[in-house]
């Protein structure tokens, strides 16, 4: 739905009228409650002034104000209703037992703080409930409406006010005010870093505890350096594996410590395995482009993985961004008559960006084209804001969660190696952001079969022809699965699709010998991603081992481990991680 200026001025003023009505109805149902203790009346509908014209169902609405304040006053009933040196009873609001930012004592030991958390989380509920029922045929505007609604709900939690927040006050009391004092010095420590802690930066240091997989950088260009990795098995397959990380973010997600690295697993699996470690652009790369990432990153590593394994079709994986990266890469590879690999796996990877979830409240004409005259003929995407972005997609577990948890307990946040990687931010070169926003975000033209020119040649997913591994993520909030599903619509092989629990990284990054969480697998030609899962299986533990026998049997035969890397032409440059890595903002 579209508004004139006029059209939004008289749709602000129906809403502060139908506002004010609802507050004043409000407070005179409470007024008419004859003890605390009573059962509350009836409440019956608020008038809408004005909002009828703009479409608003005024009935649903009228019936989403008489629950919300029927439960109101339940829980005000409640609370009066409860002595002085009484125990909480159940919640009125059941959703308040499942929300870990009240599930401390302290809220439910006063009345008081146990009626504000009931409270908001009713209000939290009405205002969500509003939103979604507002008329707005824009599935774009209504998504965004929703996304600052979502934003808004979650920054007024009393959780995260000293005045509103009780275990702040206990907290003070125990400590004597050490603990504000420590808050204070946390604020002004993160103020300095230009970013809120979440770890303990301390702990960590890559190359040292992170990415301490041992190996050899071989090659390096401008875009990047190609990493070969010491064998850990006396035979390997014959087919070398070539991981393409995300650009975004650094490549050692994949190589956080021993006990929870990919690469080492993939590498004690008996595969020689090869990395991409992106550079992190500064202004010396300001101006490279998609076609440079896709060229001299993602073609040049295969090309090099080749020579030095003497392998004419190694084995390729993706990674997010990475993935469609490799995609396009691929078709660039077909279209040019050529047939560079023996198969590709995609973790959590979109090829059709028909649903991007959350993420595409920040991508439409306005933004895309803003980047395209700031940054798109030259200039940086700064980490921080990719990195803001991306927080707020789960403010309660990436923003608020640490606001309280330093600032207003005072705390130093534990060390967490894979939160260090969260803050280890990577710019992006303006025209390669610009590019991708548009053509993937914005219209989806990737999908679209020589819709788009990549180093000269068409782009068409169709012709990628090798079997391909699709893997995504249940609760992934930047690649939603069921999108993520889509692509293997797209392309021409024979494809496995494999769905891990948890989120993006998370649903990743599960250890095989932890073996926790679980994965799905099932028929592999379903019309969609519901049909899909609903015949799927569940498997307990991780996805990792069954990726391995499926790698496995397409990688050609066991032979005797070669302990050199790279060869005459590649040669040794400097012992992994490399220098690539370990360049920060």
Not at 141 to 152: C, E, V
Not at 479 to 488: I, S
Not at 526 to 534: H, L, M
Request: glycine content about 6%; overall charge negative.
């Amino acid at each position: 739905m579209t508004m004139t200026p006029e059209q939004s001025r008289e749709s602000l003023e129906a809403m502060m009228r139908a506002g004010q009505a609802f507050m004043q109805n409000f407070f005179q149902q409470f007024s008419q409650i004859p003890n605390a203790a009573a059962a509350p009346a009836p409440v019956p509908p608020v008038a809408l002034p004005g909002l009828s014209s703009l479409g608003v169902d005024a009935e649903k609405f009228a019936q989403l104000q008489r629950e919300h304040l029927e439960q109101h006053a339940k829980l005000w009933a409640s609370v009066a209703a409860r002595k002085a040196d009484e125990p909480a009873a159940e919640p009125v609001v059941a959703a308040v037992a499942k929300d870990r930012r009240f599930a401390a004592p302290a809220w439910s030991a006063s009345p008081f703080y146990d009626y504000l958390r009931q409270a908001y989380v009713l209000n939290s509920q009405f205002l969500t409930a509003v939103t979604e029922a507002l008329p707005i045929n824009d599935k774009g505007a209504k998504s965004r409406l929703q996304f600052m609604t979502k934003q808004y709900v979650e920054a007024l939690s009393p959780a995260n006010f000293a005045a509103t927040n009780p275990e702040f006050v206990q907290r003070a009391l125990d400590t004597k005010g050490e603990s504000i004092t420590a808050g204070i010095m946390n604020m002004i420590a993160d103020m300095e870093k230009g970013r809120i802690s979440m770890t303990d930066d301390t702990a960590f240091e890559v190359g040292v505890n992170l990415a301490t997989t041992q190996g050899s950088v071989i090659y390096e260009n401008e875009v990047m350096q190609l990493i070969q990795y010491a064998p850990l098995s006396e035979k390997v397959s014959e087919t070398p594996f070539l991981i393409v990380p995300p650009c975004i973010n650094k490549y050692y997600i994949l190589d956080l410590q021993a006990e929870n690295s990919f690469v080492r697993y993939v590498v004690e699996q008996g595969f020689t395995v090869f990395l991409v470690s992106w550079r992190n652009p500064k202004a010396e790369q300001s101006t490279l482009s998609w076609d440079d990432y896709v060229g001299d990153g993602v073609l040049k590593a295969i090309d090099v993985v080749r020579e030095v394994s003497k392998v004419a079709k190694p084995n390729i994986l993706g990674f997010c961004i990475g993935g469609t990266l490799v995609a396009s890469a691929l078709a660039v590879a077909y279209a040019r008559g050529e047939d560079p690999v023996e198969s590709v796996t995609f973790l959590t990877t979109l090829l059709d960006f028909s649903d991007t979830g959350e993420i595409a409240c920040f991508v439409d004409e306005t933004a895309v084209a803003a980047k395209e005259a700031t940054i798109g003929n030259g200039g940086l995407l700064n980490g921080r804001e990719l990195s803001n972005i991306f927080s707020s997609l789960r403010p309660n577990d990436l923003i608020w969660n640490y606001v309280v948890d330093n600032y207003l307990k005072g705390n130093k946040p534990p060390a967490f190696d894979l939160l260090y990687w969260n803050s280890d931010s990577t710019n992006m070169p303006g025209p390669f952001a610009a590019w991708y926003l548009r053509n993937t975000y914005l219209e989806n033209n990737l999908r679209i079969p020589g819709k788009l020119e990549v180093l000269g040649e068409k782009v068409d997913l169709g012709r990628i022809k090798v079997p391909a591994y699709f893997m995504a993520a249940r609760e992934d909030h930047i690649v939603p699965w069921q999108t993520a599903y889509l692509g293997r619509r797209l392309v021409s092989g024979e494809t496995t699709f494999v769905l891990g629990a948890s989120g993006h990284i998370a649903g990743v990054v599960n250890p095989a010998a932890k073996n926790k969480r679980s994965y799905w697998v099932g028929e592999q030609d379903a019309a969609s991603a519901e049909e899909w899962f609903n015949a799927a299986q569940e498997q307990k533990g991780s996805w990792w081992p069954h990726w391995i026998e499926w790698l496995r049997a397409r990688s050609g035969k066991q032979i005797a481990t070669r302990t050199r890397l790279g060869n005459r032409q590649y040669k040794q440059m400097e012992a992994a991680p490399g220098r690539y890595v370990k360049e920060m903002l």
